[in-house]
């Protein structure tokens, strides 16, 4: 969990029964099960991305029969996190696993033998009940009305045909969520749930099951450093940065337990691109060696989870990267994460460089071109193709995710206007489009109502096509149509015949030793690249740094003994600088996190540099705070050097006596405890402790908000006060600061209604 504070416990010690009328599973880090098959219950504790697809690992979701009708196990209730952000990613992610129970298990379809009085329930506290049935709402429909398409620079004829769409899929009808599912709000009593079974909190996240004479608990907080995990594993891949190609970084669908939902990573002239964004696309980058540093942009199709989720991976980075989408897209993006987060949507433009797309249009992006296309769909989406000029016209890439079959969107044709459906004329637009030429091209062909089918492609005369959004083996017509793509293949549509890494390593030199004269530079780039293996050691624990090593592509995990804490290094960051320059032994151990390719430099060559160029007092400061700042929570994650010079830069210390009061009202600064200790004190108790490494006034520098309680020093400390104009330009940071507040409102929100003044 991402808690930087420490609180005092009032956990009892108490332990699942031993009887058999209550099942509890561990599922994994963040999710568990519970059980009660007397009250025909059985309970999803947790639902972070992916959460479907453990459930399937765990054999909790199995293939069943009854009365001739096969369908799926799986849970019926789901309780939410009483945080909707932990370690940076989404706690709640219901619509999967609510679309789950509706239709493979069958509790909406009529006729089906799970299909009664009986709805799925959610249950939580109550702003997290709420926020689930406003998500779910955007996850199933988009934008809801004419209106808000028209706002989102839909023009009114094209709103009324997609409205006339939208509602075809819909059934006649936009459903707010409670038709299909009930809620149970937690709040400081038990709840009582279906069949007598009742749950409580206990702590924050934490919460009692009990049945008749069992009791079991539950605790939904990740441990400090966790993160929710894969349900498959991706290896390690040594990727090449190259000229115009894609990395296949996901075939698979929302349902698929062993592979990825669909995916591309796209490199263009060494710059690396993500085709949306679904779950665990942080696992996906770290396997492929890619740094979130790294990502340029990310192009975005649409908003269902399986292609969305993954946006809070690239808020970890420590600028805003470029968000390419028609403005539709993007608006409908924008609605769905201002429900999971309880942020404004227009702070989307805080945590992305927001650079909308032209649909219909060739987008010019630095040499790439981009072609979005309408994309029939329950929400706003569109394709994408992608080309570049070369020699005698041009390479080009189709992503066409969330496509629909062309008998499913021949049955939707009306050209009543008063009736649901889509014209004759779109239909005919949307079958052209279909079959617009690539160089390589990749299908969704997951089938059903709202998915493409890989048929409608035979006589295309793209010169590639990979067959994508499917959980099913592929047939044997399927073969004869397409090809698959394994993890981590890559097609490359342009050869690179130039070096990416050595023009990175050029940029990160010379911004970080500004107005260093350019021979001065080329010196330290005259020393070779080298490549560590995935797991391998780069600096021990105690060991002389006898090189330096500028981190040119993967990631480098920093371990310090005796802590939990660690940091990630990526491109940008240097391995064991303050070390060299000092000839004191490294502190942690740095090991490599995927395959990582530095320049090695020596480090007498890196003193001499240093001192030659007068630098020598700068850097010990700067190495001196930026080791710090690594060794924290909130900025010990992903932060280049040139970021962590600014962070340094700008920083001042601050002292306190001990005893004494900090009265941060109306100071714009983060602040961080460098040594010493401090008390948040409420109603006289002391409800948190703030030590080295942890930051505090968050409220304010977010949202100009008091901080609970009254803060004082318990010893002489010593703080570092980081301005909230540095702070907010990060998008790491600022995500990091957004989650501990949501914390701790949650925490100290029952034992105070307004902020205590001192």
């Given amino acids: 969990m991402a808690r930087t504070g420490r609180q005092a416990s009032s956990l009892p ?63 019926n209730v789901i309780l939410l996190s009483d945080v909707s952000l932990q370690n940076g990613a989404f706690c709640n992610l219901s619509e999967f696993p609510i679309l789950q129970m509706l239709y493979r298990q069958g509790m909406i379809i009529p006729g089906h033998p799970n299909c009664t009085s009986r709805k799925p329930l959610i249950m939580g506290l109550a702003q997290q009940v709420e926020a689930q049935l406003d998500y779910v709402m955007r996850g199933n429909y988009g934008l809801l009305s004419e209106q808000e ?81 894969m349900p498959y594993h991706l290896g390690y891949h040594d990727l090449k940065r190259g000229y115009f190609s894609v990395v296949h970084s996901g075939e698979g669908d929302g349902w698929d337990p062993e592979r990825a939902a669909m995916s591309t990573i796209m490199m263009f002239q060494g710059k690396v691109y993500l085709i949306d964004a679904g ?24 908003c269902h989870d399986d292609h969305f989720c993954g946006l809070t991976t690239l808020f970890r980075a420590d600028h805003r990267i470029k968000y390419y989408a028609t403005p539709a897209v993007r608006a409908s993006v924008a609605k769905k994460l201002s429900a999971l987060t309880a942020i404004a949507e227009d702070s989307f433009g805080e945590y992305f460089e927001v650079c909308d797309l032209e649909m219909g249009e060739w987008n010019d992006i630095e040499g790439l071109e981009v072609l979005p296309l309408f994309s029939p769909h329950p929400v706003e989406t569109t394709v994408f193709h992608f080309r570049t000029p070369w020699e005698d016209g041009y390479r080009s890439y189709a992503h066409m995710a969330d496509i629909v079959s062309l008998d499913v969107l021949g049955q939707m044709v009306d050209d009543d206007e008063t009736r649901h459906g889509i014209s004759s004329q779109l239909m005919g637009q949307v079958r052209e489009q279909y079959l617009i030429p690539a160089d390589i091209k990749k299908l ?14 035979r006589d295309d005369a793209s010169g590639k096509m990979i067959l994508s959004h499917t959980a099913l083996p592929l047939t044997r017509t399927q073969k004869s149509i397409g090809s698959g793509a394994p993890f981590g293949t890559v097609d490359e549509l342009i050869p690179s015949l130039q070096e990416y890494r050595l023009k990175a390593a050029h940029g990160y030199l010379a911004a970080y030793f500004l107005g260093v004269p350019e021979h001065q530079i080329r010196i330290l780039l005259n020393h070779p690249v080298v490549t560590f293996n995935p797991e391998s050691i780069l600096l021990r624990e105690g060991s002389r740094c006898d090189d330096v090593h500028l981190i040119l592509t ?22 064991g600088e303050s070390y060299a320059l000092s000839g004191e032994g490294s502190q942690e151990t740095f090991r490599a996190l995927s395959f990582v390719r530095a320049l090695r430099i020596p ?73 010493g200790l401090v008390e948040r004190i409420i109603d006289g108790n002391v409800v948190e402790y703030c030590g080295i490494g942890e930051p505090f006034n968050e409220s304010e520098v977010l949202f100009g908000a008091q901080p609970v309680g009254c803060l004082v020093a318990s010893l002489r400390t010593e703080l570092l006060m980081v301005p ?13 600061l957004l989650e501990l507040h949501q914390r701790r409102l949650r925490t100290f929100s029952s034992m105070t209604q307004d902020p205590a003044p001192c």
């Avoid at 665990?280 to 649409?302: K, M, P, R």
């Avoid at 990631?555 to 290094?569: F, G, K, N, Q, Y």
């Fill in 13 to 75: 010690n108490s332990k699942p029964a031993a009887g058999g009328r209550m099942r509890v599973v561990p599922v994994s880090p963040g999710i568990s099960w519970v059980e009660v098959p007397e009250a025909d219950l059985r309970v999803l504790c947790g639902c972070p991305a992916d959460s479907v697809k453990h459930l399937i690992k765990r054999g909790l979701i199995i293939p069943t029969e009854r009365g001739g009708v096969t369908f799926e196990t799986g849970p």
């Fill in 149 to 229: 398409m028209v706002d989102a620079g839909v023009p009114p004829d094209m709103a009324q045909e997609w409205m006339r769409m939208k509602l075809r899929f819909a059934f006649g009808a936009i459903r707010p969520p409670r038709d299909l599912l009930d809620t149970c709000v937690i709040g400081d009593g038990p709840a009582i749930l279906p069949g007598g079974v009742t749950v409580r909190r206990i702590e924050l996240n934490i919460f009692e099951f009990a049945f008749e004479d069992e009791t079991a608990i539950v605790d939904l907080n990740l441990g400090l450093g966790r993160t929710y995990e």
């Fill in 279 to 302: 779950p665990n696309i942080h696992g996906a980058l770290q396997s492929l060696g890619i740094g979130v540093q790294e990502v340029e942009g990310i192009f975005h199709t649409h």
């Fill in 444 to 457: 969704d062909i997951g089938g059903g109502l709202i998915h493409g089918c890989a048929e409608d492609f």
């Fill in 554 to 575: 993967g990631l480098v995990e920093t371990i310090e003994p005796d802590s939990d804490r660690s940091a990630i290094l990526s491109a940008g960051a240097m391995v």
């Fill in 603 to 675: 480090s007498a060559l890196y003193r001499n540099f240093v001192g030659r160029n007068e630098m020598t007092e700068r850097i010990y400061r700067l190495a001196d705070l930026r080791n710090f700042f690594n060794r924290t929570w909130l900025f010990g994650e992903s932060l280049s050097n040139l970021t962590e010079v600014t962070i340094a830069e700008a920083s001042q210390p601050f002292y306190l006596a001990a005893g004494e009061t900090i009265d941060p009202c109306g100071q714009d600064y983060v602040y961080m405890v460098r040594d």
């Fill in 724 to 736: 909230g104009a540095v702070v907010r330009a990060i998008p790491v940071a600022r995500w990091k």
